[in-house]
């Protein structure tokens, strides 16, 4: 992932992003360290879109391993002040 100081971005303003963010999403370095991220919106979108459907697919294999168990609101605050 490419990088940029921050005071670049100041002194050049969002046409230097342009540039760089054809090769994918940069880091914006501040005092020395990653502070930001920047990337198109569509990426953004899309790594969105990738992280829930690696959600919904994790939760269904928690179904299908049976690591889940059903139950009620209630039920849940009676277990959790038994402790």
Do not use: C, W
Not at 35 to 58: G, K, N, S
């Amino acid at each position: 992932m490419a990088t940029m100081p921050v005071q670049e971005v100041k002194r050049r303003g969002m046409s230097v992003l342009d540039e760089s963010l054809a090769d994918g999403p940069v880091y914006i370095i501040r005092n020395n360290a990653p502070r930001y991220v920047v990337m198109f919106a569509d990426t953004f979108h899309e790594m969105e879109e990738a992280l829930a459907d690696a959600r919904i697919a994790a939760s269904e294999a928690d179904i299908k391993a049976g690591r889940v168990t059903r139950g009620t609101a209630d039920g849940l605050m009676s277990e959790l002040l038994e402790d």
